[in-house]
């Protein structure tokens, strides 16, 4: 039996984390002395925490590990590293992005001195926007779980043999944004409105378009909330985002396109 000390040099991990992770059930002490509440683990659980660790290095959370963990089935548990596997070569393709970006900025502000200058890029319109009729999914939810709920869609649409155009959506419903936890709804278009959760509505919006990685969206939101103040309208609804090329289509993020709406008013 080793201590916990102990137990913490093998697997190179915190006292304080292995507390944490008794109390959530991840691994457990093989014994706990009734007197002294000193816990001991067994040479036997090491795979098990040096696992934990490596899929805590992978990204998932201290939810998503537990499912692992306990998950029996190999097809399910290959499914979800494949996920995390994309994922990680999302995020990686994102950094690449931004990495392109600073230099963009470093040029034009090498040659304009104005380091405001990023944001003249986007032109904005006006636009008799056309009613979508969506399935679509309403959460709060963080940026990151856009896929998740997005496939859930899918695999709805599937199941209940709905066609849709693949055109995925976002509409973002809260007042202040918080990237990891904001009142977001996710949809699909669907080629019968029939077939719709709901249709989401047509009317006057301001649209611009932004190319590139998503980490540089809100340049294309403060432009775009500047020019409607500036030129008389007022926001008449929440924003929402068409994903018109995007990583589905297996590109690259320099190649991503997004059309913003803004619904406005006089």
């Given at each position: 039996m080793?201590?916990?000390g ?14 944490h992770?008794?109390?959530?059930g991840l ?5 706990t ?11 036997s659980?090491?795979?098990?925490m040096?696992?934990i ?6 990204g998932f ?9 306990s ?5 399910v ?9 994309l ?16 230099s ?16 003249n890029?986007y ?9 979508l009729a969506?399935?679509s ?9 856009f ?6 869609i ?7 043999r ?5 055109t ?6 809260d007042?202040?944004?918080d990237?990891e936890g904001?009142?977001?709804e996710v ?13 989401i ?17 809100s340049d294309?939101?403060g432009t775009?909330?500047e ?5 008389g309208?007022e926001?008449?609804?929440p924003p929402y985002e068409?994903?018109?090329k995007?990583q589905?289509?297996?590109?690259p ?6 059309k ?7």
């Open positions: 080793l201590s916990i102990q137990f913490s040099k093998a697997c190179m991990v915190t006292v304080k984390t292995l507390r992770y008794d109390k959530l691994i457990r002490p093989a014994h002395d009734e007197w002294t509440g000193y816990r001991y683990y067994d040479e659980q090491i795979p098990r040096l696992a660790a490596r899929f805590k290095r992978y959370s201290l939810g998503e590990i537990s499912g692992l963990l998950e029996t089935d190999k097809g548990l290959f499914s979800k590293l494949s996920m995390q596997k994922r990680i070569e999302q995020k990686m393709a994102e950094l690449i992005s931004i990495r392109e970006e600073v963009r900025h470093m040029k034009n502000f090498e040659r304009t001195g104005d380091i405001m200058d990023y944001r890029g032109e904005i319109a006006l636009e008799q926007a056309e009613p969506v399935l999914s309403r959460q709060v939810m963080s940026v990151d779980e896929g998740k709920y997005y496939g859930a899918f695999e709805r649409a599937a199941k209940e709905i066609k849709m155009t693949f995925p959506i976002a509409v973002y419903h007042k202040e944004f990237p904001s009142d977001i949809a699909v278009c669907v080629e019968n409105p029939a077939q719709a959760d709901r249709v509505a047509g009317g006057l919006c301001a649209v611009t378009t932004h190319y590139g990685g998503y980490s540089n969206l294309a939101y775009m909330v020019w409607i103040n500036e030129n309208y926001i008449a609804g068409l994903y018109i995007n589905y289509d297996k590109l993020p320099e190649e991503w396109e997004t913003i709406f803004f619904p406005v008013k006089k």
